[in-house]
T-cell receptor, first 109, second 116 residues
Framework: KNEVEQSPQNLTAQEGEFITINCSYS?????LHWLQQHPGGGIVSLFM???GKKKHGRLIATINIQEKHSSLHITASHPRDSAVYIC???????????FGKGTRLHILP | DGGITQSPKYLFRKEGQNVTLSCEQN?????MYWYRQDPGQGLRLIYY???????QKGDIAEGYSVSREKKESFPLTVTSAQKNPTAFYLC???????????????FGPGTRLTVL
């Protein structure tokens, strides 16, 4: 059983579409992270959330602690947004970080 | 510019050989981490270090070894005891030691190891 589940696993969309990637978790957490991994492999941290909503440019991340769910939204998607998006949580028992398997996003021009 | 470097980007080794992956950071971070990424799986923690001369096993430490002689450096050795060493290895660092929920991890570019 995976403590962190992401959906969808793969997503292909046209440029300009509004994108939503979901993350559900089953453990108590102190924080949730959204990471972006580009085809070359490097990972960039996009957001760290413990409540509410954060926005950075065209990216928006929300978290609902009661429902143990977070979403990452991309507005006006662009081919350069193509990447794997990874959800990770800090388990509040020992602060261990648990990673989801990632969502592979492909934006077509 | 501050950041984390890993070298080399691609590494090939014959089965049975030990190999050491480099990770250097100039962010003055206390904590450093090594992760392994396999296709279709989330990142898994191999080892982490919160302070110089100290390190702890992660979830999949068997077949790996590390050292932390300097704050900036956290090399990972993949030994011949590791059953499936072919993988993508990511190093990360953070400002605060593990135990704080407020630290963000900064990742290096990764090393793709292929064992032939």
């Amino acid at each position: 059983k995976n403590e962190v589940e992401q959906s969808p696993q793969n997503l292909t969309a046209q440029e300009g579409e509004f994108i939503t990637i979901n993350c559900s978790y089953s453990v108590g957490i102190s924080a949730l992270h959204w990471l972006q991994q580009h085809p070359g492999g490097g990972i960039v941290s996009l957001f760290m959330l413990s409540s509410g909503k954060k926005k950075h440019g065209r990216l928006i991340a929300t978290i609902n602690i009661q429902e143990k769910h977070s979403s990452l939204h991309i507005t006006a998607s662009h081919p350069r947004d193509s990447a794997v998006y990874i959800c990770a949580v800090n388990w509040d028992r020992d602060d261990k970080i648990i990673f989801g398997k990632g969502t592979r996003l492909h934006i077509l021009p | 510019d501050g950041g984390i470097t890993q070298s080399p980007k691609y590494l090939f080794r014959k089965e049975g050989q030990n190999v050491t992956l480099s990770c250097e950071q100039n962010l003055n971070h206390d904590a450093m981490y090594w992760y392994r990424q396999d296709p279709g799986q989330g990142l898994r923690l191999i080892y982490y270090s919160q302070i110089v001369n100290d390190f702890q096993k992660g979830d999949i430490a068997e077949g790996y070894s590390v050292s932390r002689e300097k704050k900036e450096s956290f090399p990972l050795t993949v030994t011949s005891a590791q059953k499936n060493p072919t993988a993508f290895y990511l190093c990360a660092s953070s400002t605060l030691p593990t135990g704080s929920s407020t630290d963000t991890q900064y990742f290096g570019p990764g090393t793709r190891l292929t064992v032939l």
